[in-house]
Nanobody, 125 residues
């Protein structure tokens, strides 16, 4: 069993920066691809970013390209989402997910095996 847990959410102002962290434990972290998704009230879940098991491949949703950066530290079993120049439309619950296997990362939520409980990010205008 893999446990995935997000942290770092909070209330920020538009234009600020925020870094989310995700810890995955239970098996070999370096053998997971990891992803971030978000869901705003009344909206469908949206892909934010993904990173492959090695960290060499990354993918981003169109709405966050150029503003958000995903990275990982396999020695610490952590994946990060650096959020810069945040906007009110970034307000959502942010979820971290793990895909078991030596994959490059994917935007498809149904390909992830384990999910965290989410962390709330609220951006005020």
């Amino acid at each position: 069993q893999v446990r995935v847990e997000e942290s770092g959410g909070g209330l920020v102002q538009a234009g600020d920066s925020l870094r989310l962290s995700c810890a995955a434990s239970g098996r070999t972290f370096s053998a997971y691809a990891m992803g971030w998704f978000r869901q705003a009230p009344g909206k469908e879940r949206e892909f934010v970013a993904a990173i492959g098991w090695s960290g060499r491949t990354t993918y981003y949703g169109d709405s966050v390209k150029g503003r958000f950066t995903i990275s990982r530290d396999n020695a610490k079993n952590l994946v990060y989402l650096q959020m810069n120049s945040v906007k009110p439309e970034d307000t959502a619950i942010y979820y971290c997910a793990a895909q078991m296997g030596l994959y490059r990362g994917t935007s498809r939520g149904d390909e992830y095996d384990y999910w965290g409980q989410g962390t709330q990010v609220t951006v005020s205008s």
